[in-house]
């Protein structure tokens, strides 16, 4: 038998049918009679609409219907919702702006739908989409985020522009600590606001049968469990059980297919309308106007320390951009996901974070690879940085002496999270080793026998994974539970289907939960199929985001499994004519203890289904279980990065030369599916670093609207990743397993900067550091 | 975007100032302009076929002279929209000023340009680049076509003042 167990790299299922071009995703998805929508879009970022005239369109060849906001109104949609309640400082709730699915009477980005044409042909309803005549009456738009809370109100619900004005930590613990301080490093800094860009752009069908009145939509969701819930319970487009969510073959989310967004609910409710199929898929401009943007902070750090370094305090402030409406799980992201990770690996007894959310005339900003994390992430790790050459001590020496360590665990942290395992030290000890950074000062050497300026960053970052504990979710202002189901069903010969409420994108779930189920049960991995993204076939679930998938929907599987394998018990001492006490599991064998009689897993499975010899009068047949299994506490993931640059002086060019991650994600399953979540966060976050930007000019229009102007990591601006593991095993799941998807972005992005200001001798440099800013920031410097 | 420059012209104020007010000699000078014409005392309609880098688009709009200080100076505001190519909007001034000795007109103008939609997102760098190119080539046709000299014998120095 092929056992393919927990820890090896078994290659991934999925992928012979993506490299052969037979995956499914939602635009190779035809429907009979299907129409095609085009969505007409605000090409101003601020405006009253005095009129809108849709006869033209309406009447050219080919058009069916063209739908309008002020249809949506009238079918008294709801809101697209904001899932995270956060409360100000003074106790009240956070203001949200109304997020209609169709513009009604007012534009507050570029790019905001406004109405939707349905045709016959895409090509149609592109073409009659021009003819949609708005008369746009523009209003000065609000675009800056350091100066929002002074502009003219947006909306009038949301007062001075600002959401909300959260706090969390001790302030006059954390004011006394720095005012007292040896010594205090302060920094201001951006975190550039990123365009998501997933491979495939999102895309859906909406199917109403006007017979059975069922609606089932097809769309690029990372979470079709939770969107389900959203569109009924909240815009209420159809009752619960009338609607399915199919997400299939979803090529890429990075957090941008978790949200409701009003183009698929739009889609929903036109299918509904007008009784056929109706299909859309974004054109790559769309996604860079309309699909939710990542980051976008500014803030300001203090960090108190004593004369040797040890940290005393930490006072953060930002503004965070929501953009013009608050996204599906915009609130959560600049708190929840931020504020609570400002202790990082390190010991500070005293911190305190504001964030005030600000909203502004540009797309809506939500969660995207590391959510919040990144943010936290970058300015502690260059705060560190820069305090350490301050106070002229090694990066590497401060880090030591304020870790968390690891006989301090559980660690209560300042920030409201309690850290159940980690060993800092020990993933940094292996980083520098694989780093040689004792070699370093020779490299520099021979780099500038060169002419070259070669430089060196550490980033010891962490991140709260595994979301999330439901009750601590719910105290927090989370409209729903973060648990997750799964489902193991053995078929009766012997073989395994698994049905988990996560989605995968990319993540290779279909080979990682195969390997965990298999190994349970010990049998091969070829033997287990995973069935994930149709709310028709499965539980509710809550799906796939913030690293989640393994450490909760593989708990839940994994507690499934157990279950499967308590029955297969009691089934074997039925047939083995044994107690049930005296039945040992493994290998794929059910055996009676100290004897040579058992029964393979495959012949209970068969047993099961045809119970000719079963315990029928105290056991219903059949071996299927399933499992909700709700989180203990978040998880911890945590390692240490080291970035080399070389930086050629004439032009200010950056060059990776070596990059080193060592991550402790606990329990691994498979070891090349985590390098690979690695390598693909670490790019992504060197493409923060170094080339990525949003910009929106100051009347809002997005200038970056194409690859022309949004520059996209490529294979020639990274290095070959040297990634390494230590393990700490998460306590509190049954997998021992932290997750690994987000990593990468989280830990790269400082330790890249870092190396950069390090190369060029001075502090600080702001993302993204294009050849341009590096070449200013040495002729500032002096040292070209 | 900001461009202003600066161009001699060998004739007489009044006569370059009428040839600014003259719609029939404007939509002549005007790159890839097809309509150009009068609806009020001081507003005129135009369409003009724009091709700036992946984008070909016909804007269609009104333009309005304001500040009307004869013969010396005015200023033309505008806007136009290209449908789903996005729109353009921008204002021009254009000051005359005579040399005392000599029959020669100096005329300064400065153009300042927002683009928005489409054109925006798909380059606006290259817009810009266009428009910069589009002023060169109006204010150079209008001076060849004023001076009656369609062989371009005569050297016209276009002096950029500001270009941002």
């Not at chain 1, 990542?294 to 940290?311: K, P, S, Y």
């Not at chain 1, 409420?501 to 965990?516: D, I, R, V, Y």
């Not at chain 1, 029928?616 to 998880?635: C, I, Q, R, V, W």
């Given at each position: ?30 429907l ?173 069908i909406a199917d109403y049968n006007t017979g059975t009145q069922d609606l089932t939509l097809y ?5 079709p469990?939770?969107?389900r819930?959203?569109l009924t319970?909240?815009?209420?487009i159809a009752p619960e059980h009338k609607l399915r969510i199919i ?21 929903a409710w036109?299918s509904m309308k007008?009784g056929i199929p109706i ?255 149709d709310t028709g076939k ?247 | ?164």
């Amino acid at each position: 038998m092929v056992q393919q167990s927990i820890g090896e790299r078994v290659l991934r299922k999925e992928d012979l049918r993506f490299i052969t071009g037979k995956g499914n995703y939602t635009d190779d998805i035809n429907l009979p009679g299907q129409a095609y929508a085009c969505f007409v879009r605000s090409p101003v970022a601020h405006a009253s609409i005095n009129s809108l005239d849709i006869s033209a369109a309406a009447g050219a060849d080919g058009v069916i219907a063209v739908l309008t906001g002020q249809q949506v109104a009238e079918d008294n949609l709801g809101s697209l919702p904001c899932g995270w309640m956060v409360h100000s400082k003074d106790g009240s709730e956070m203001k949200q702006p109304f997020h209609p699915v169709l513009a009604t009477d007012k534009i507050n980005y570029v790019g905001e739908p406004v109405a939707v044409v349905v045709a016959e042909t895409y090509l149609a309803a592109k073409n009659a989409s021009e003819l949609v005549e708005v008369d746009y009456e523009e209003i000065e738009a609000v675009v800056d985020i350091s100066s929002a809370q002074s502009a003219a109100d947006i909306y009038p619900e949301v007062p001075g522009n600002t959401v909300y004005q959260w706090e969390l930590g001790e302030k006059a613990d954390t004011e006394k600590a720095i005012s007292q301080a040896a010594h205090v490093t302060r920094i201001s800094l951006t975190n550039n606001r990123l365009i998501p860009n997933a491979i495939e752009p999102r895309a859906a069908i909406a199917d109403y049968n006007t017979g059975t009145q069922d609606l089932t939509l097809y769309t690029t969701s990372q979470n079709p469990g939770l969107a389900r819930l959203i569109l009924t319970a909240f815009v209420q487009i159809a009752p619960e059980h009338k609607l399915r969510i199919i997400a299939p073959d979803v090529g890429g989310g990075f957090g941008s297919k978790i949200f409701v967004y009003s183009e698929e609910t739009a889609l929903a409710w036109a299918s509904m309308k007008l009784g056929i199929p109706i299909k859309w898929t974004a054109e790559r401009s769309e996604s860079f106007l309309a699909d939710a943007h990542g980051r976008d902070h500014v803030t300001e750090v203090e960090l108190a320390m004593d004369d040797e370094g040890h940290f005393l305090g930490l006072h953060v402030k930002t503004i965070a951009n929501m953009g013009a409406y608050l996204s599906t799980f915009a609130s959560a992201v600049p708190t929840y996901l931020y504020g609570t990770l400002l202790a990082g690996q390190y010991k500070t007894p005293n911190i305190y974070v504001e964030v005030d959310a600000v909203v502004t005339n540009t797309a809506p900003v939500d969660a995207y690879r590391g959510a919040g994390r990144p943010e936290a992430a970058y300015l502690l790790e260059r705060i560190v940085e820069i305090a350490a050459r301050e106070m002229n001590l090694d990066p590497v020496e401060i880090r030591r002496r304020n870790f968390i360590q690891p006989a301090d665990f559980p660690y209560q942290t300042p920030v409201a999270l309690e850290y159940d395992s980690g060993d800092y030290e020990a993933s940094l000890n292996k980083a520098l080793e694989m780093a040689d950074y004792a070699g370093f000062a020779e490299r520099k050497e021979e780099a500038a026998s060169r002419g070259n300026k070669r430089g060196i960053g550490f980033s010891c970052y962490i991140e709260a994974c595994g979301l999330a504990p439901s009750q601590v979710a719910g105290s927090l202002g989370a409209g729903v539970g973060l648990w997750e189901s799964g489902e193991v069903r053995v078929n009766p010969t012997g073989t395994v289907t698994v049905l988990t409420g996560s989605h995968s994108h990319g993540q290779g779930h279909e080979t990682t939960f195969a390997q965990l189920v298999a190994s349970k049960f010990g049998i091969s991995v070829d033997d287990v199929e995973v069935v994930h993204g149709d709310t028709g076939k499965l539980d509710f679930g809550m799906g796939t985001y913030g690293s989640r998938s393994l450490a909760v929907g593989g708990s839940a599987l994994s507690k499934a499994a157990d279950k499967v394998i308590a029955k297969g018990k009691k089934i074997a001492a039925h047939m083995l004519e044994s107690d049930v006490e005296n039945i040992d599991f493994e290998d794929g064998e059910f055996k009676v203890r100290e004897s040579n009689q058992s029964k393979t897993f495959q012949e209970i499975a068969f047993a099961a289904y045809v119970p000719h010899d079963y315990p029928l009068e105290e056991l219903e047949p059949g071996l299927s279980e399933k499992a909700f299994y709700d989180p203990e506490n978040f998880t911890f993931p945590a390692g240490a990065h080291i970035c080399e640059v070389e930086i050629d002086p004439d032009t200010g060019v950056v060059d990776i030369v070596k990059f080193t991650a060592v991550d402790d994600f606990g329990t691994i399953i498979n070891p090349m599916i985590v390098e690979g979540q690695v390598h693909g966060g670490i790019a992504q976050g060197i493409g923060q670093a170094l080339l990525e930007q949003c910009v929106y000019d100051e009347t809002g229009q997005l200038l970056t609207g194409s690859y022309m102007d949004y520059c996209m990591p490529r294979a020639d601006d990274l290095p070959n990743f040297d990634v390494g593991m230590t393990c700490t095993p998460c306590t509190h799941n049954p997998v021992g397993a932290k997750g690994c998807g987000e990593a990468g972005a989280i830990g790269s992005p400082p330790a890249v900067i870092n190396a950069i200001t390090d190369a060029l001798g001075v502090m600080e440099i702001e993302m993204p550091a294009t050849s341009e800013r590096v070449w200013r920031a040495m002729q500032q410097a002096g040292g070209a | 975007m900001e461009l202003s420059q600066r161009v001699e012209i060998p004739l007489g104020l009044v006569q370059v100032w009428q040839s600014l007010n003259d719609p029939v000699i404007l939509k002549q000078c005007l790159p890839g302009c097809e309509v150009f014409e009068p609806i009020g005392d001081s507003e005129f309609n135009f369409t003009l076929l724009a091709k700036v880098g992946p984008v070909k688009a016909r804007f269609k709009g009104e333009i309005k002279l304001v500040d009307v200080n004869p013969p010396s100076s005015y200023t033309l505001t505008g806007a136009g929209k290209g449908g789903v190519a996005g729109f353009v909007k921008g204002f021009a001034t254009v000051r005359l000023e005579e040399k005392t000795e000599e029959t020669v007109t100096v005329m300064t103008y400065s153009v300042k340009a927002n683009v928005g939609g489409k054109l925006a997102q798909l380059g606006a760098r290259l817009v810009f680049g266009a428009a910069r190119k589009m002023a060169n080539e109006f204010f150079t046709n209008f001076v060849r076509v004023i001076c009656n000299d369609p062989d371009g014998k005569l050297e016209i120095k276009l002096e950029t003042v500001k270009d941002v």
